[in-house]
């Protein structure tokens, strides 16, 4: 029983792995899906599951680590996590040894030239996605255009001051 | 900073910086915390390769972080590089995230609780919009179509919320032809 579970876990997390375009958010939904089918937790865990993973430090793909916890324990958590990361860290490995080798070549000067106000502005959507994601009120929008200036104003600031300062801002406006 | 004998990166540095960023990264904002500590504050990698790792990160399948954390730990210090920056931006939090799971479950239902959250995270979101827009302001680099790019993926996939993989096709087609009408303009 203990065994098909951690089965099951590695089978919903590793393919799911190389199919994360676009960062973890985009197998959100599926994760849900497959954590209710297998009957792993409720609809209302799984939100409060997916909360605690945005909340928390650490990237919002810990997510899987959580639900592994809920399915079978710490076993669990680790056996989901491994699932999630592995395979993708293992082609971004090969992929950078890869990229790494075309260092200086005129193609890759010209595709990172090309490419590299895609990256930026990839980064700043997800940002703006993150904001929108939220209750998206006046105050949480107000509260990153602030962190915006002050991180503009002073790049090498201390983020856990500012972060500290949002977050009371939050609670006190929201 | 302290380098080795050889000048290479000390392992011992790069777990420490990365376990850091794995557990003060509150509410997100990870990748604007690699920026900081690996482009701001430490002459590890210049504005021009960190947006080439981090568009290689984004491209392929995965957390986008991680992938960036593992290219830059190979950079650094090669296989063991990559896997103990990648263990230490992990494990830790990993290890909070589920006692935090364990422990205080019901108070993330609180409306203070959620707010706070809710703030934090918007504080996280300024962040990396302000890598963001620094980001975009390296790679013009004087000229006016990479402002475009950057602007009209912004708008695509932040504003309007078009598909990733076929936005990101077309904006990468788009931005190769004006990239290459500007240097033939310029011959």
Redesign the interface.
Known sequence: MRASVLWDLAAVFAPLSLLAFGGGQSIVADIDHQALAHGWMTQAQFVDLFAISRAAPGPGALLATLVGWKAAGWVGAAVASLALFVPSSLLAYAMAALWRRFDGHPAAHAIETALAPVAAGLLAAGAVAVVRASSGSLVVWAIAGVALAIFMARPKLNPLAVLAAAGAAGALLG | MNLEADGRVPLRELALLFGRI????????????VH?ETV??RPWLDD?EF????????I????????LT??IG??LRG?VG?LVS?VA??V???A???V??ALC?SL??DA?????????????????????????R???GGRV???A??????A????M?WP??PT?AA??LA??A??WRARTHAR
Do not use: C, D
């Open positions: 794995g557990l003060l990264s509150f509410g997100g904002g990870l990748t604007a915390w900081r701001v504050r021009k947006l080439s790792a981090l568009m290689l990160a984004q392929l399948p995965g957390s986008n972080v991680v992938n593992i290219y190979r950079r296989p990559a990648v931006l992990l830790p939090p990993m909070l995230v589920v935090i799971a479950a993330m239902a203070t609780v959620h707010h706070a959250l809710e703030g934090v995270a918007a504080g996280a979101a300024g962040m990396t919009l302000s890598v963001g827009v620094r980001s975009l390296a790679a013009m179509w990479p402002l790019v950057g602007v009209g993926v912004v695509a996939i932040g504003l919320r990733l993989v990101v904006a990468a931005a190769f004006l990239a």
